[in-house]
């Protein structure tokens, strides 16, 4: 079975710091890796993904992520956070068991960007 | 801009009550989960539809949990009798393979008193 893990469960940094959530999945075969944010009071939404390719990849306000296969790792960076980017941040990982796209989220980071 | 559609989006109900909440997924998605969020437990993944079809409802309880799929345009997550236990936030997510991206929506906040 697939997991996934996120190391870091509170994060606090001032704006302007730089950004690094960790994410491990374990899981043997070809995965898709995503990280989604939750806003306070509001739903998941999609920041970015990797499927294939470029191991670097980009997503919206300035998110990125890298997937390391030989680490099992897609940790999430930000050079310069700001404070709308308080929230909480979840990894997650679709492996292809043959189960269709059931995501396995990890349990979430709670960052707070203080001024 | 198509959205996931979440009704109602509060729910405040006392126990021993039926609770209805419905979703409407992205036209032409095909898959359709349903994940319940707490403090405690975070977000758990309750059961999932392809095609209307359930593939995997192991995360629900069964003997007061109950999910469907009408037609493509409309998912129901039904709870009788609900408990105070059952106060969560509870989410619909759509996607369509091959991509595996889910698309969320608002969420139902279940209050059960």
């Known amino acids: 079975a697939q997991s996934v893990s996120q190391h870091n469960h509170h994060v606090i940094l001032s704006e302007a710091a730089s950004l690094e959530l960790g994410c491990n999945y374990s899981?043997?075969?070809?995965?898709?890796l995503f990280w989604y944010v939750q806003y306070p009071g509001q739903h998941l939404q999609l920041l970015l993904k990797?499927?294939?390719?470029?191991?670097l990849v980009k997503g919206i306000k300035g998110f990125e992520a890298e997937f390391i296969k030989s680490k099992f790792s897609f940790n999430l960076r930000k050079p310069s956070v700001q404070w709308s980017d308080t929230a909480e941040y979840f990894c997650?990982?679709?492996?292809?068991?043959?189960?269709?796209?059931?995501?396995?989220f990890g349990t979430g980071t709670q960052l707070k960007v203080e001024l | 801009d198509a959205r996931v559609t979440q009704t109602p989006r509060h729910k405040v109900t006392e126990m021993g009550q039926e609770v209805t909440m419905r979703c409407q997924p992205i036209?032409?998605?095909?898959?359709v989960f349903w994940y319940r969020q707490t403090m405690m437990q975070g977000l758990e993944l309750l059961a999932y539809?392809?095609?209307?079809?359930?593939?995997?409802d192991s995360g629900m309880p069964k003997d007061r949990f109950s999910a469907e799929m009408p037609d493509a345009t409309l998912a129901t997550l039904k709870i009788q009798p609900s408990e105070p236990r059952d106060s969560a936030v509870y989410f619909c997510?759509?996607?369509?393979?091959?991509?595996?991206?889910?698309?969320f929506g608002p969420g139902t906040r279940l209050t059960v008193l």
């Open positions: 997650a990982v679709n492996g292809f068991t043959g189960g269709g796209n059931k995501l396995t």
């Open positions: 036209l032409g998605h095909n898959t």
């Open positions: 539809f392809r095609n209307r079809a359930p593939l995997d």
């Open positions: 990797y499927f294939s390719g470029d191991p």
């Open positions: 997510a759509s996607g369509l393979p091959p991509t595996d991206t889910q698309y």
């Open positions: 899981y043997g075969g070809t995965v898709n």
